[in-house]
C-alpha cells in the first residue's frame, strides 16, 4: 500500500466515524424529545378519558379542557424547539420565576395526579427568579413529578422547595416513595438511565 493510499484510507475511516458520530447523536436527541413528548401526550390523554368516562361538574370539564390545550401547546412548543436546534437556533435563558415554572408543570400532570389520589406542595418563594431556558426546566420538573407519582400507586404528596444557598438555588423534588434503586444511584445523571419501568426511557 502506497503513502497516499493509507492516506485516502485514514480520511475515509474519519469520515465515516464523524457520520456514525452524527447519526449516534441524532439519535440521542430523538430519544429525549421522545421521552419529553410522553408527559404532555399522558395529560391528554388521562384528561380525554375523565372527559368521555365521567360525569363532571362543568368547573371540572373547563378544567380538563384547559390541561388539554395546554399539553398541546407544550407538544407544539418542544417539536418547534426540535426544529430550531436542529437549525442550530436557540432562544436562551430567560428570568423566571422558579416557583410559576414549579406549578406549570404540575398542572399539566393535574389528572394524572388526580387519578393517582396524589397532591402537590410547591414552597418556593415569589422572590426566587432563575436564569433559564423555560420550557427545558419545565419540563424538568414535570419528569420529576411524573416519576414521583409512579413511585406511590397508592398517592401521597409530591413537594418541591427551593431556597437560596451560597449565591444558588438548591431546589428539593420529595415524595413518599421507595427512593431510587440502588443499582442506578451512581450512574443517575446519564442519558437514559432507568430502572424498575417496564417502558422506561430514563
Known sequence: MT??????????????????ESV???????????????????????????????DLPPDHIKRLADNICGASRRIHALLQELLSNSRGESRGPERCRLGEIA?????????????????????IQPEIEVQ????????????????AIEAMPEGGEVRISGQFAAGSVVVHVDDR?????????????????????????G
Open 3 to 20: 503513502l497516499d493510499s493509507r492516506s485516502v484510507s485514514t480520511r475515509q475511516t474519519r469520515e465515516r466515524l464523524m457520520r456514525q
Open 103 to 123: 406549578l406549570a408543570a404540575w398542572e399539566s400532570l393535574s389528572a394524572h395526579a388526580a387519578s393517582s389520589g396524589t397532591i402537590l406542595a410547591v414552597e
Open 24 to 54: 449516534c447523536g441524532v439519535g440521542r436527541v430523538l430519544e429525549s424529545s421522545l421521552h419529553d413528548l410522553r408527559i404532555p401526550l399522558a395529560a391528554i390523554c388521562g384528561a380525554a378519558e375523565m372527559l368521555v368516562n365521567g
Open 177 to 201: 416513595g421507595p427512593g431510587v434503586a440502588p443499582e442506578i444511584r451512581s450512574k443517575l445523571f446519564q442519558p437514559f438511565v432507568t430502572a424498575g419501568k417496564r417502558h422506561g426511557l
Open 132 to 147: 433559564v431556558e423555560r420550557s427545558r426546566m419545565e419540563r424538568a420538573f414535570a419528569n420529576l413529578i411524573r416519576n
